[in-house]
Protein backbone atom coordinates (compact mmCIF):
# COMPACT_ATOMS: atom_id res chain seq x y z
CA UNK A 1 0.00 0.00 0.00
CA UNK A 2 0.92 3.56 -0.67
CA UNK A 3 2.44 5.50 1.97
CA UNK A 4 -0.15 8.11 0.94
CA UNK A 5 -2.92 6.15 0.60
CA UNK A 6 -5.79 8.64 2.48
CA UNK A 7 -6.78 7.63 6.00
CA UNK A 8 -10.07 5.71 5.87
CA UNK A 9 -12.78 6.27 8.29
CA UNK A 10 -12.54 4.03 11.85
CA UNK A 11 -15.39 1.60 12.32
CA UNK A 12 -17.39 1.22 15.37
CA UNK A 13 -14.54 -1.81 16.26
CA UNK A 14 -11.84 0.08 15.66
CA UNK A 15 -12.76 2.70 18.79
CA UNK A 16 -13.65 -0.39 20.98
CA UNK A 17 -10.31 -1.46 20.21
CA UNK A 18 -8.81 1.84 21.51
CA UNK A 19 -10.30 0.80 24.89
CA UNK A 20 -7.11 1.78 27.72
CA UNK A 21 -5.28 3.51 24.65
CA UNK A 22 -5.23 6.62 22.80
CA UNK A 23 -7.51 8.69 24.16
CA UNK A 24 -10.64 9.00 21.77
CA UNK A 25 -11.16 12.42 20.13
CA UNK A 26 -14.77 13.38 19.35
CA UNK A 27 -16.93 16.24 18.68
CA UNK A 28 -20.33 17.17 17.30
CA UNK A 29 -20.79 18.65 13.73
CA UNK A 30 -24.25 19.64 11.93
CA UNK A 31 -22.78 21.46 9.08
CA UNK A 32 -20.67 20.03 5.97
CA UNK A 33 -18.01 22.86 6.69
CA UNK A 34 -17.70 21.77 10.00
CA UNK A 35 -17.18 18.47 9.40
CA UNK A 36 -14.50 18.89 7.02
CA UNK A 37 -12.53 21.09 9.67
CA UNK A 38 -12.87 17.83 11.94
CA UNK A 39 -11.86 15.49 9.43
CA UNK A 40 -9.39 12.91 10.26
CA UNK A 41 -8.73 15.15 13.68
CA UNK A 42 -11.96 13.37 15.25
CA UNK A 43 -11.46 9.66 15.28
CA UNK A 44 -15.75 9.99 15.18
CA UNK A 45 -18.13 13.15 14.89
CA UNK A 46 -21.01 12.59 16.55
CA UNK A 47 -24.61 14.47 14.77
CA UNK A 48 -26.09 15.37 17.97
CA UNK A 49 -29.30 16.02 18.77
CA UNK A 50 -28.16 19.06 20.65
CA UNK A 51 -28.60 20.50 17.39
CA UNK A 52 -32.17 21.67 18.23
CA UNK A 53 -30.47 24.12 20.81
CA UNK A 54 -27.30 24.83 18.88
CA UNK A 55 -28.72 25.50 15.96
CA UNK A 56 -32.29 25.78 15.65
CA UNK A 57 -33.20 27.61 19.09
CA UNK A 58 -35.27 25.07 21.25
CA UNK A 59 -35.18 25.08 24.70
CA UNK A 60 -34.13 21.54 25.09
CA UNK A 61 -33.09 18.66 22.89
CA UNK A 62 -36.80 17.01 23.26
CA UNK A 63 -38.41 19.15 20.21
CA UNK A 64 -35.91 17.42 18.10
CA UNK A 65 -37.23 15.13 14.63
CA UNK A 66 -36.03 12.72 13.06
CA UNK A 67 -36.28 14.96 9.74
CA UNK A 68 -33.76 17.49 11.15
CA UNK A 69 -31.25 14.65 12.41
CA UNK A 70 -31.23 13.07 8.87
CA UNK A 71 -30.61 16.55 7.45
CA UNK A 72 -28.03 17.82 9.40
CA UNK A 73 -26.74 13.74 9.17
CA UNK A 74 -26.50 14.36 5.23
CA UNK A 75 -24.87 17.21 5.94
CA UNK A 76 -21.77 15.87 7.89
CA UNK A 77 -21.22 12.94 5.91
CA UNK A 78 -20.72 14.95 2.38
CA UNK A 79 -17.86 16.31 4.83
CA UNK A 80 -16.48 13.28 6.29
CA UNK A 81 -14.13 11.17 4.86
CA UNK A 82 -11.44 9.75 7.90
CA UNK A 83 -13.67 10.25 10.97
CA UNK A 84 -16.78 7.83 11.86
CA UNK A 85 -20.24 9.38 11.89
CA UNK A 86 -22.39 8.54 14.61
CA UNK A 87 -26.03 9.87 14.49
CA UNK A 88 -27.67 10.42 17.62
CA UNK A 89 -31.52 8.96 18.19
CA UNK A 90 -33.69 11.74 18.99
CA UNK A 91 -36.81 11.64 21.90
CA UNK A 92 -39.20 9.51 21.08
CA UNK A 93 -37.70 7.24 18.20
CA UNK A 94 -36.61 4.28 20.12
CA UNK A 95 -38.21 4.39 23.80
CA UNK A 96 -41.43 2.74 22.86
CA UNK A 97 -39.88 -0.64 21.99
CA UNK A 98 -37.28 -2.68 20.18
CA UNK A 99 -38.89 -2.96 17.06
CA UNK A 100 -39.17 0.78 16.66
CA UNK A 101 -35.89 1.27 17.48
CA UNK A 102 -35.06 -0.46 15.29
CA UNK A 103 -36.70 0.95 12.36
CA UNK A 104 -35.99 4.37 13.07
CA UNK A 105 -31.90 3.38 13.69
CA UNK A 106 -32.26 1.57 10.22
CA UNK A 107 -33.64 4.90 8.94
CA UNK A 108 -30.81 6.87 10.20
CA UNK A 109 -27.97 4.96 8.95
CA UNK A 110 -29.94 3.94 5.70
CA UNK A 111 -30.23 7.94 5.21
CA UNK A 112 -26.83 9.75 6.19
CA UNK A 113 -24.69 6.17 5.92
CA UNK A 114 -23.90 6.45 9.22
CA UNK A 115 -21.44 4.13 10.97
CA UNK A 116 -23.73 3.61 14.06
CA UNK A 117 -26.18 5.39 16.65
CA UNK A 118 -26.78 6.88 19.74
CA UNK A 119 -29.22 6.37 22.05
CA UNK A 120 -29.69 7.38 26.15
CA UNK A 121 -30.57 4.67 28.84
CA UNK A 122 -29.08 2.42 30.90
CA UNK A 123 -30.42 -0.18 32.10
CA UNK A 124 -33.81 0.17 30.73
CA UNK A 125 -32.41 0.22 27.19
CA UNK A 126 -29.91 -2.86 27.64
CA UNK A 127 -32.65 -4.96 26.22
CA UNK A 128 -33.07 -2.38 23.04
CA UNK A 129 -29.15 -2.47 22.94
CA UNK A 130 -28.89 -6.18 22.44
CA UNK A 131 -31.73 -6.11 20.04
CA UNK A 132 -30.40 -4.12 17.31
CA UNK A 133 -26.85 -4.51 18.00
CA UNK A 134 -28.04 -8.66 16.94
CA UNK A 135 -29.29 -6.74 14.03
CA UNK A 136 -26.45 -4.80 13.03
CA UNK A 137 -26.87 -1.58 14.41
CA UNK A 138 -23.49 -0.80 16.11
CA UNK A 139 -24.87 1.34 19.13
CA UNK A 140 -23.17 3.89 21.14
CA UNK A 141 -24.70 4.56 24.65
CA UNK A 142 -25.14 7.76 27.03
CA UNK A 143 -25.59 7.30 30.26
CA UNK A 144 -25.53 9.63 33.50
CA UNK A 145 -26.90 13.02 32.52
CA UNK A 146 -29.14 12.31 29.67
CA UNK A 147 -30.60 15.39 27.95
CA UNK A 148 -34.06 14.27 26.48
CA UNK A 149 -34.84 13.05 30.39
CA UNK A 150 -33.70 16.53 31.82
CA UNK A 151 -38.14 16.55 32.89
CA UNK A 152 -37.61 13.83 35.04
CA UNK A 153 -34.40 14.11 36.18
CA UNK A 154 -35.06 17.98 37.17
CA UNK A 155 -32.69 19.70 35.43
CA UNK A 156 -29.38 19.41 33.93
CA UNK A 157 -28.13 17.90 37.38
CA UNK A 158 -24.58 16.14 38.16
CA UNK A 159 -25.20 12.01 37.82
CA UNK A 160 -24.10 9.45 40.49
CA UNK A 161 -23.69 11.40 43.53
CA UNK A 162 -23.88 9.65 46.69
CA UNK A 163 -26.42 6.57 46.98
CA UNK A 164 -26.72 7.27 43.17
CA UNK A 165 -23.33 5.93 41.94
CA UNK A 166 -24.45 2.26 42.31
CA UNK A 167 -27.44 2.51 40.16
CA UNK A 168 -25.22 4.85 37.29
CA UNK A 169 -22.38 1.95 38.07
CA UNK A 170 -25.31 -0.97 36.72
CA UNK A 171 -26.27 1.02 33.73
CA UNK A 172 -22.39 1.27 32.34
CA UNK A 173 -22.27 -2.04 32.73
CA UNK A 174 -25.60 -3.30 31.42
CA UNK A 175 -25.20 -1.35 28.38
CA UNK A 176 -21.60 -2.92 27.70
CA UNK A 177 -22.88 -6.61 28.27
CA UNK A 178 -25.70 -5.35 25.87
CA UNK A 179 -22.93 -4.89 23.36
CA UNK A 180 -22.57 -1.66 23.40
CA UNK A 181 -18.76 -0.56 21.49
CA UNK A 182 -18.72 2.95 23.76
CA UNK A 183 -20.37 4.76 26.45
CA UNK A 184 -20.54 8.40 26.76
CA UNK A 185 -20.33 9.49 30.53
CA UNK A 186 -22.41 12.83 30.95
CA UNK A 187 -21.60 15.03 33.75
CA UNK A 188 -20.63 12.03 36.16
CA UNK A 189 -17.78 12.54 39.18
CA UNK A 190 -14.87 12.57 38.05
CA UNK A 191 -14.06 9.79 40.91
CA UNK A 192 -17.17 7.71 39.38
CA UNK A 193 -16.57 8.09 36.31
CA UNK A 194 -12.65 6.36 37.08
CA UNK A 195 -14.83 3.79 38.75
CA UNK A 196 -17.00 3.11 35.65
CA UNK A 197 -13.71 3.26 32.90
CA UNK A 198 -11.49 0.90 35.08
CA UNK A 199 -14.97 -1.57 35.12
CA UNK A 200 -15.69 -2.43 32.26
CA UNK A 201 -14.62 -3.74 28.87
CA UNK A 202 -15.71 -0.88 26.41
CA UNK A 203 -14.79 2.64 26.04
CA UNK A 204 -15.86 5.64 28.04
CA UNK A 205 -15.75 9.01 26.52
CA UNK A 206 -16.44 11.61 29.01
CA UNK A 207 -17.86 15.24 28.75
CA UNK A 208 -18.17 16.41 32.19
CA UNK A 209 -16.66 13.06 33.79
CA UNK A 210 -13.05 12.57 33.96
CA UNK A 211 -9.83 13.16 32.16
CA UNK A 212 -9.39 9.37 32.39
CA UNK A 213 -12.29 8.37 30.52
CA UNK A 214 -10.86 6.47 27.11
CA UNK A 215 -12.06 10.04 25.16
CA UNK A 216 -13.98 12.88 25.62
CA UNK A 217 -16.54 15.10 23.71
CA UNK A 218 -17.65 18.54 23.56
CA UNK A 219 -20.74 20.19 21.30
CA UNK A 220 -17.85 21.83 19.34
CA UNK A 221 -19.87 25.29 19.38
CA UNK A 222 -19.75 25.33 22.99
CA UNK A 223 -15.69 24.67 22.30
CA UNK A 224 -15.47 27.19 19.82
CA UNK A 225 -17.40 30.17 21.93
CA UNK A 226 -20.58 30.25 19.07
CA UNK A 227 -23.07 28.91 21.31
CA UNK A 228 -23.48 31.49 24.07
CA UNK A 229 -26.52 31.07 25.47
CA UNK A 230 -25.11 29.67 28.59
CA UNK A 231 -21.51 27.72 29.07
CA UNK A 232 -21.61 24.29 31.20
CA UNK A 233 -18.83 24.20 33.82
CA UNK A 234 -17.42 21.52 31.77
CA UNK A 235 -16.98 23.50 28.63
CA UNK A 236 -13.26 24.77 27.88
CA UNK A 237 -13.76 27.66 25.29
CA UNK A 238 -10.82 26.87 23.23
CA UNK A 239 -11.64 29.96 21.04
CA UNK A 240 -14.38 32.87 20.90
CA UNK A 241 -15.49 33.13 18.03
CA UNK A 242 -18.61 34.44 18.55
CA UNK A 243 -17.35 37.41 20.45
CA UNK A 244 -15.13 37.51 16.86
CA UNK A 245 -18.24 37.40 14.46
CA UNK A 246 -20.32 39.85 16.69
CA UNK A 247 -17.61 42.26 16.63
CA UNK A 248 -16.95 41.74 12.36
CA UNK A 249 -20.86 42.40 11.90
CA UNK A 250 -20.54 45.43 13.76
CA UNK A 251 -18.33 47.13 11.59
CA UNK A 252 -19.60 45.77 8.21
CA UNK A 253 -22.59 48.16 9.93
CA UNK A 254 -20.27 50.90 10.43
CA UNK A 255 -18.58 50.74 7.04
CA UNK A 256 -21.99 50.30 5.30
CA UNK A 257 -23.64 53.52 7.60
CA UNK A 258 -20.37 55.26 6.86
CA UNK A 259 -20.36 54.42 2.69
CA UNK A 260 -16.42 53.38 3.20
CA UNK A 261 -17.78 49.45 2.27
CA UNK A 262 -18.07 48.59 -0.64
CA UNK A 263 -14.33 50.82 -1.50
CA UNK A 264 -13.45 50.47 -5.04
CA UNK A 265 -11.44 47.38 -4.36
CA UNK A 266 -14.66 45.62 -3.74
CA UNK A 267 -16.00 47.06 -7.24
CA UNK A 268 -16.22 46.81 -11.12
CA UNK A 269 -14.95 49.49 -13.01
CA UNK A 270 -16.68 50.47 -16.25
CA UNK A 271 -15.95 49.09 -19.24
CA UNK A 272 -16.17 49.97 -23.16
CA UNK A 273 -19.53 48.71 -24.44
CA UNK A 274 -18.98 45.12 -25.43
CA UNK A 275 -15.96 44.38 -23.64
CA UNK A 276 -15.87 41.48 -21.79
CA UNK A 277 -13.71 42.58 -18.78
Do not use: W
Amino acid sequence: MSATARKTAPMPQDILARKGGTPIVSLTAYTTPMAEMMDGVCDFVLVGDSVGMVLHGLPSTVGVTMEMMIMHGKAVRRGLTASMLVMDMPFGTYEESREQAFRNAARLMAETDAGAVKLEGGVGMADTIRFLVARGIPVMAHIGLTPQSINTLGGYKVQGRGEEAAALMADAKAVADAGAFAVVLEKVPAVLADEITAEIAIPTIGIGASANCDGQILVVDDMLGLFTAFKAKFVKRFAHLGDDARGAIQAYADEVHARSFPSPEHTFAETLAGSSK
